[in-house]
């Protein structure tokens, strides 16, 4: 769990980032798996190929966490782990479908909160990059966290109804893909914006490019 210094064990000859790498496969697969275990596999065959790509990533999470660390660590899984089963046992495959909208509800929880409190979420993720923000750059984090909660609540909407109503195959293209390009197009909007409204650029491509445009 953790070395006699106190500091995090890591997993023996495992890279950090190979954690992070499993986790982003099964987010990002998530939906193709389930399409294909509600079109060929039974309930409880999708449910125990969920639960074993589950796995890997969970046991290396543990070797590296702290013993004070394991809850956190735990409770997302567990979470999962339990919906899978429920789904397994009651045989209604459908209940795999809400894991985009949990996702989505467990983000817009965390920008929310974010905003009772004098530094916003987004805030917190820009001084990461720009320790010294320009005048108004709180205020508008601010709003941007803002725009992130209405569109984290649009997203769970829409997936919550592709769960309930539509064929499966329209909730694993939504899910799988229009929904990332529709963060993507966030993003980039996002950052367009923040150009046009700060005037600071930096020396990469986009930043020359977008310099060149504003000016004209």
């Given at each position: 769990?953790?070395?006699p210094?106190?500091?995090p064990?890591?997993?023996?000859?495992?890279?950090r980032?190979?954690?992070?790498a499993?986790?982003?496969?099964?987010?990002?697969?998530?939906?193709?798996?389930v399409?294909?275990?509600?079109?060929?596999?039974?309930?409880?065959?999708l449910?125990l190929?969920?639960?074993?790509?589950?796995?890997?990533?969970?046991?290396l999470?543990?070797?590296?966490?702290?013993?004070?660390?394991?809850?956190?660590?735990?409770?997302?899984?567990?979470?999962?782990l339990?919906?899978?089963?429920?789904?397994?046992?009651?045989?209604?495959?459908r209940?795999?479908?809400?894991?985009?909208?949990?996702?989505?509800?467990?983000?817009?929880a965390?920008?929310?909160?974010?905003?009772?409190?004098?530094?916003?979420l987004?805030?917190?993720?820009?001084?990461?990059?720009?320790?010294?923000?320009?005048?108004?750059g709180?205020?508008?984090?601010?709003?941007?966290?803002?725009?992130w909660?209405?569109?984290?609540?649009?997203?769970?909407?829409?997936?919550?109804?592709l769960?309930?109503?539509?064929?499966?195959?329209?909730?694993?293209?939504?899910?799988?893909?229009?929904?990332?390009?529709?963060?993507?197009?966030m993003?980039?909007?996002e950052?367009?914006?923040?150009k046009?409204?700060?005037?600071?650029?930096?020396?990469?491509?986009?930043?020359?490019l977008?310099?060149?445009?504003?000016?004209?």
């Amino acid at each position: 769990m953790a070395d006699p210094s106190g500091e995090p064990r890591r997993a023996a000859g495992v890279p950090r980032w190979v954690p992070a790498a499993l986790r982003s496969v099964l987010v990002g697969g998530y939906p193709l798996v389930v399409y294909l275990g509600m079109t060929r596999w039974s309930p409880r065959t999708l449910a125990l190929v969920l639960a074993a790509a589950l796995l890997p990533g969970l046991l290396l999470r543990l070797r590296e966490a702290r013993r004070e660390d394991l809850w956190p660590v735990l409770r997302v899984p567990l979470s999962l782990l339990g919906l899978f089963a429920v789904a397994a046992l009651s045989g209604e495959q459908r209940l795999f479908m809400a894991l985009p909208v949990l996702v989505n509800l467990g983000l817009l929880a965390n920008f929310a909160a974010s905003l009772r409190g004098p530094v916003s979420l987004v805030e917190r993720f820009a001084r990461l990059q720009e320790p010294d923000l320009p005048p108004g750059g709180p205020a508008y984090c601010r709003k941007v966290t803002k725009v992130w909660c209405g569109f984290f609540v649009a997203n769970a909407a829409v997936s919550a109804g592709l769960a309930l109503w539509a064929p499966v195959a329209w909730w694993t293209l939504y899910t799988g893909l229009l929904a990332y390009l529709l963060i993507g197009v966030m993003f980039t909007v996002e950052y367009v914006v923040r150009k046009a409204t700060f005037r600071r650029f930096g020396d990469a491509l986009p930043d020359r490019l977008l310099r060149r445009l504003l000016r004209a």
